[in-house]
């Protein structure tokens, strides 16, 4: 996790990870009723990863058997959602993991091949191992330099809406704060 940001990603906080993306360059953008379908799945997508992600509520000290019960069932919903997304990821044939950077704003990958220049871009990028469901983003090629892979792509998006971009910087916040406590955590060992 980076918090200086070079352009063409913007500003605020970076997500870097290793993770399944595909991109398909685009004669343009799609028509408005297909970008709020587009929209209202990734917003979907992105509430669903922050429950996933959340951390348990501070009910212990009221009910200590009943947080203990939700933590059984918890754990036994995590296993069988891990064990689906293996088996789903191993028929869906998930793409190649690719050094990604990710803000709100844009995402930079590192690839074989690239669109060109100035063309349209639909990626698909998958968060979680757990869950292959893709995140699809539409944007601008900005840049395409040489890279270690290939390729490094950056990608600003189009319309992103309000909600989808709130939810976005929520999940890059978490995978900041994340990597903060491991760091901390290897800093004591």
């Given at each position: 996790?980076s918090e200086h940001?070079?352009?063409?990603?913007?500003?605020?906080?970076?997500?870097?990870?290793?993770?399944?993306?595909?991109?398909?360059?685009?004669?343009?953008?799609?028509?408005?009723?297909?970008?709020?379908?587009?929209?209202?799945?990734?917003?979907?997508?992105?509430?669903?990863?922050?429950?996933?992600?959340e951390e348990p509520?501070?009910?212990?000290?009221?009910?200590?058997?009943?947080?203990?019960?939700?933590?059984?069932?918890?754990?036994?919903?995590?296993?069988?959602?891990?064990?689906?997304?293996?088996?789903?990821?191993?028929?869906?044939?998930?793409?190649?993991?690719?050094?990604?950077?990710?803000?709100?704003?844009?995402?930079?990958?590192?690839?074989?091949?690239?669109?060109?220049?100035?063309?349209?871009?639909?990626?698909?990028?998958?968060?979680?191992?757990?869950?292959?469901?893709?995140?699809?983003?539409?944007?601008?090629?900005?840049?395409?330099?040489?890279?270690?892979?290939?390729?490094?792509?950056?990608?600003?998006?189009?319309?992103?809406?309000?909600?989808?971009?709130?939810?976005?910087?929520?999940?890059?916040?978490?995978?900041?704060?994340?990597?903060?406590?491991?760091?901390?955590?290897?800093?004591?060992?």
């Open positions: 996790m940001v070079p352009e063409p990603l913007g500003k605020g906080l970076v997500y870097e990870d290793w993770l399944p993306l595909k991109w398909n360059a685009a004669k343009e953008v799609p028509p408005v009723a297909a970008l709020s379908h587009i929209h209202d799945a990734n917003e979907k997508f992105l509430r669903r990863v922050a429950t996933l992600e509520a501070d009910i212990a000290e009221t009910n200590p058997e009943l947080v203990k019960e939700f933590l059984r069932l918890e754990s036994k919903l995590d296993l069988v959602l891990d064990m689906v997304g293996t088996i789903l990821a191993g028929h869906l044939k998930l793409p190649k993991p690719s050094p990604i950077r990710l803000t709100a704003e844009a995402i930079s990958w590192d690839s074989p091949e690239a669109p060109p220049v100035g063309s349209h871009a639909v990626i698909e990028l998958y968060l979680l191992p757990s869950c292959p469901y893709p995140l699809t983003l539409l944007g601008s090629v900005k840049s395409v330099e040489q890279s270690p892979e290939g390729c490094r792509t950056a990608v600003v998006f189009d319309e992103i809406g309000e909600d989808v971009r709130e939810w976005l910087e929520r999940t890059i916040f978490r995978q900041h704060r994340r990597r903060v406590a491991l760091s901390r955590r290897h800093q004591q060992i």
